[in-house]
């Protein structure tokens, strides 16, 4: 199998690779790994979109257990023991540039200083009043343990998740189907949009309408649990740099 490692800190993962009988390449792979954290994988997933990746914790901030060493992991890969789970990601479209999230699309006050006033559509129809505050999250299930739950103190295993950022409303988040659309309708800006860690932002004005889907296509991913592991502890360790 030929693979390509993407993370920062991954020599000698790429050495475990090739002890283990990998191909390690650094183009056309028949996987990704993601060494790192949740991030590696995020940016992975936006630079190599559709092809399989397996995510594997980076050894200087998880104190892994047993079942996701390195080592055992690379084995369980070669014996092809490991399954594969889909993601569901969500996208919008803004100044042409197309936003994919495996975590969340975030909306929010472009100065820090003031609040945004938004409206929030379902399928068009309307489900919010005028709302003031920062903004909002939108997440997946895969990505509701990050940014969505600071907000709500919660996570969802279904559909799509938003987040009313500290607005003066009392409502606090939505869960709806992942088959439905929702329209954001800018009333007073300005705003940024960002999706997950995507370096690109586009600004949100007066009038500006934000569409944000389910994705057309999920993410492919082996072996899912590394990254939820009850039994897998993370550490601050500190990096060397050169």
Known sequence: MRIQVVGRDSDHFCEKARTAGFEVVTEAPDLIVA????????????KYP?????????????????????????????SRA??????????????????RAMNDIIVRNADPRAA???????NGRRVTEEMIGD????????????????????????GIGLAFNN???????????????????????PGRLAAD??????????????????????????AIDTLRCAACRYVHAPRRRY
């Open 197 to 222: 860690n995507d370096a690109r932002t586009s600004t949100i004005g007066d009038g500006d309408v934000i569409v944000i889907r389910r994705g057309s296509s999920d993410a492919r991913i082996l």
């Open 50 to 78: 559709g092809i399989l990746k397996l995510p594997i914790r980076e050894r200087d901030t998880c104190i892994k257990c047993e079942e996701h060493q390195d080592e055992l992991m690379l084995e369980k890969l070669r």
């Open 82 to 99: 490991l399954e594969e789970h889909s993601l569901m990601l969500i996208e919008c479209v803004k100044d042409g540039i197309q936003l």
């Open 167 to 189: 607005c003066t409303d009392l409502l606090n988040h939505l869960v709806i189907a992942d088959n439905e659309e929702i329209s954001i309708e800018f009333t007073r800006g």
């Open 135 to 158: 903004g909002l999250v939108a997440c997946t299930p895969f990505g509701s343990s990050a940014y969505f739950r600071s907000i709500t103190r919660t996570v969802i295993r279904v």
């Open 116 to 122: 945004v006033r938004f409206r929030v559509r379902l």
């Open 35 to 46: 060494y790192g954290g949740d991030g590696s994988l995020i940016g992975a997933e936006r």
